[in-house]
């Protein structure tokens, strides 16, 4: 219990310590900001009641971390803000405002004496709407900070400074003709950058300054709606409105600032027009001649609509030519064509009246149109010109047929052609040889009538196609033609054949009645109800004995056997005769050979031998196949000898295969030196001595030359016993002959030489064969001042040994 009390009472002490630190805290670091004038209140000694002053404070009217600027000064001077002021300022200048944050020292600035606050630059509230600042109080001598640095914040107070503008500068809309009231067209929006929550100076009011009395906008939304009823709002009256917009902050008020914007309303096209002729009566006139589908001329209706609304398409409705003329529509140019639709004759008939009525292809809004009519009508009048036509046969065709045995001379059909004009002129009748042209017929230039002029054969050709030429006789020019189709009759007059030939076989050991062969039969006629034939042996012959026929009944028959056995010695081939029959009239037969070898078989009945022609004819291949195999044996045999053509003749390896390759290659020339003994292209004497080259030998491979090689001093020959240059000599001819780099030819190389050139010739020690005190140098004061001193050196010197 006693330790519970002890920690309520240390409890009770430092809740009473930190209010008495938390209250001298908040008096003596304090800063009280003056907007205006304030009130200041004494507070008296409670200790006592001695009524002495210990401390003065002072009361704050509002919260003072928040200033407000007007944007926009305008004035000459700095714009005064407010006041920043301290408790512990007792007005001795020992104090020191210091301000920090957004523009301080820039925009803002602060008076260190006394915390005067000022703006120095014209600010706009749509650049930035607020700033934050930092203020701090220090002691001027020591530069210790008194106060804690405080955050305030200035607002700029919002003028009506910024016009509403729109979201664009130029609308594009449009909305359909015949439209009710109030119909909505578009919706305008204009931003205006003032503060909209201090205020109106944001608050916009639309309005229409131009476009009355077609379209109207509602203040407050700026949406756009039509003005007028559907009767007044007519595309075909007009197309295009221009509308300006105005919208107005302040509410709209008296000083308000405004902005505009125009909007182009285009009216869209609805089918509200029937399309009308531009006159009601047409006239043609076209030529009887003209052919079917042929355009005779073109009437136009105008549509007052535009694109599909104005499509339309006519047709011929009435009038006396309505079988005769047709009517089409032009997709492009929305004009109807009048076109033939059958053979016109001006004899018959010289003019046609029609009937033609137009509409839209579209659904018609009919709800303007009253008691008009949604349809028009206009009357074609078609005259027919006459033309001279020619000869005009009564058929588009004939046919006609004949037996293919009719005599020369038979009648086959007739043809009938006239002049459709009024002079009704004689016609002349012909054949065109170019479809008859083995001039199997004729026709009667009079009266048409088509015969025969040579023997025909079905079986040759069953069908004749020929063009017979109508002429009028006084205008040979009008001709026309008329085609005539012959066909030929059959008559049985080809006897029936084997459908092939027939050869087979029968073994030597058989037995009597074995079918050895069926045989079938082709006729070249052609018989209504189809063809028929009988099977027979010939009534004579010593082959009845042999063999027999039997009729299948299904224009087939067999051949079967008489005997039980045949002798391939005895006789070793069976002709036997067949007679075919048919069964026309009349009758036809002709006799066809089966070719029966006799042979020796197996116990299953299969050939294992015949005659050398039989074994031919039965085992060996057909014509066709020998001929095949044939021609793949000449085949393969061109394929190789192409192929070892082709191989011999391989395009041989360039020397050099790049051009850009220049450097040494070994290049064979296929061609051998002849080594020693081959002395015209170079001396081999080079080899053993320079100096043994004779004068009066060149070279055959270079042009000779007097200055090839110069005058040679005549000097002491080195003697050919000399070992050292033999041996350097030989070893070099060696090392040349082993070496694979070396050219495969014979080439000339020089060891231990030392040039030709000069006339002092080689200094080499292995070139001379005696001493230095053999040699002349006399020589040497001819070759002028230079050499001169040199001669009398060696000279003096050859002097002094000889003395």
């Given at each position: ?282 006239q043609f006139s076209v030529p009887e001649s003209m052919k079917a589908g042929t355009p005779v ?384 292209a170079f001396d081999i004497g080079a080899l053993r001595n320079p100096e043994a080259i004779e ?109």
């Open positions: 219990l006693k330790i519970e009390q002890f920690m309520t009472c240390l409890l009770v002490m430092l809740w009473a310590s930190l209010s008495l630190y938390v209250d001298n805290m908040s008096i003596t670091r304090r800063i009280v900001v003056e907007m205006g004038e304030m009130e200041g209140e004494k507070e008296e000694d409670r200790d006592g009641g001695k009524g002495e002053k210990l401390l003065k404070r002072f009361k704050r009217g509002w919260m003072w971390n928040q200033f407000f600027l007007q944007e926009e000064y305008t004035g000459s001077d700095k714009q005064y803000i407010g006041k920043l002021q301290s408790d512990m300022d007792r007005g001795d200048g020992t104090l020191k405002y210091i301000l920090s944050g957004d523009g301080a020292g820039d925009i803002f600035t602060i008076d260190e004496n006394n915390g005067d606050l000022h703006a120095n630059k014209r600010l706009d509230r749509e650049d930035k709407a607020f700033y934050t600042l930092r203020a701090t109080v220090v002691n001027k001598n020591t530069g210790i900070k008194l106060e804690p640095e405080t955050e305030f914040i200035v607002k700029l107070h919002d003028i009506n400074d910024n016009e509403p503008i729109f979201t664009k500068e130029l609308y594009t809309v449009s909305v359909p003709e015949r439209s009710n009231m109030g119909t909505s067209v578009t919706q305008v929006t204009a931003t205006d950058a003032d503060d909209s929550m201090y205020g109106n100076s944001a608050k916009l009011r639309y309005s229409i300054s131009q476009g009355h009395p077609y379209f109207s906008v509602e203040p407050d939304t700026g949406i756009i709606r039509t003005a007028l009823g559907p009767g007044e709002m007519d595309r075909e009256k007009r197309e295009h409105y221009q509308v300006v917009i105005e919208a107005k902050d302040m509410a709209g008020q008296r000083g308000g600032l405004t902005g505009t914007t125009t909007v182009n309303i285009t009216l869209t096209d609805v089918n509200d027009n029937p399309p009308r002729f531009s006159q009601s009566i047409y001329g073109r009437i136009k209706a105008v549509d007052k609509d535009l694109g599909k609304n104005a499509e339309m398409f006519y047709n011929v409705v009435g009038g006396d030519g309505l079988d005769m003329f047709d009517v089409i529509t032009d997709k492009d140019s929305q004009e109807g064509i009048i076109t033939v639709g059958k053979p016109l004759d001006y004899e018959k008939t010289r003019s046609y009246t029609l009937e033609i009525q137009v509409q839209n292809t579209q659904t018609l809004d009919t709800r303007f149109l009253g008691y008009l009519p949604t349809k028009d009508m206009a009357t074609v009048r078609i005259g027919i010109e006459d033309v001279d036509e020619p000869p005009l046969f009564e058929r588009a065709s004939y046919m006609m047929e004949v037996k293919e045995d009719a005599a020369v001379g038979t009648a086959v059909g007739s043809v009938r052609a006239m002049d459709p004009d009024g002079y009704n002129s004689p016609v002349r009748y012909s054949i065109d040889r170019r479809t008859d042209l083995d001039r199997l017929f004729n026709v009667h230039s009079g009266n048409g009538s088509v015969f025969i002029t040579r023997p025909l054969d079905r079986e040759e050709a069953a069908w004749h196609n020929i063009s017979v030429i109508a002429t009028e006789f006084n205008k040979p020019l009008q001709t026309s033609r008329g085609p005539v189709y012959i066909r030929l009759l059959d008559v049985n007059d080809n006897a029936p054949t084997f459908a092939s030939f027939y050869e087979t076989f029968v073994c030597e050991k058989t037995k009597a009645g074995q079918k050895i062969q069926t045989v079938s039969a082709v006729d070249a006629d052609d018989p209504a109800g189809g063809h028929k034939f009988f099977f027979s042996l010939a009534t004579e012959g010593a082959y009845r004995g042999n063999f027999t026929v039997r009729d299948n009944g299904d224009n087939t028959a067999g051949v079967l056997t008489r005997r039980s056995s045949y002798s391939r010695l005895h006789k070793s081939v069976y002709l036997v005769p067949v007679v075919i029959t048919d069964g026309d009239f009349p009758m036809q037969s002709s006799t066809g050979t089966l070719t029966v070898r006799v042979c020796t078989c197996d116990r299953e009945g299969n050939m294992e031998l015949c005659n050398a022609e039989a074994q031919t004819s039965s085992a060996g291949l057909s014509t066709g196949a020998l001929v095949a195999i044939l021609l793949c044996v000449i085949i393969l045999l061109m394929i190789i000898v192409l192929f070892a053509a082709l191989k011999k003749q391989k395009k041989k390896e360039p020397l050099i295969i790049s051009k850009e390759d220049v450097r040494d290659n070994v290049v064979s020339y296929n061609d051998e030196g002849g080594g020693e003994e081959d002395t015209q004068e009066s030998k060149q070279r055959r491979d270079i042009i000779p030359s007097d200055t090839l090689y110069p005058p040679l001093r005549q000097t002491v020959i080195p003697s050919r016993d000399n070992a050292d240059v033999r041996d350097f000599i030989n070893q070099r001819v060696q090392d040349n002959d082993n070496n694979p780099t070396a050219p495969p030819y014979d080439s000339l190389a020089t060891y231990a030489y030392e040039g030709t050139g000069s006339v002092a010739e080689s200094l080499s020690s292995l070139g001379s064969a005696s001493s230095e005190g053999d040699q002349d140098y006399n020589y040497l004061s001819d070759w002028g001042p230079r050499f001169r001193k040199l001669a009398d050196m060696y000279g003096a010197e050859d002097s002094d040994c000889d003395s």
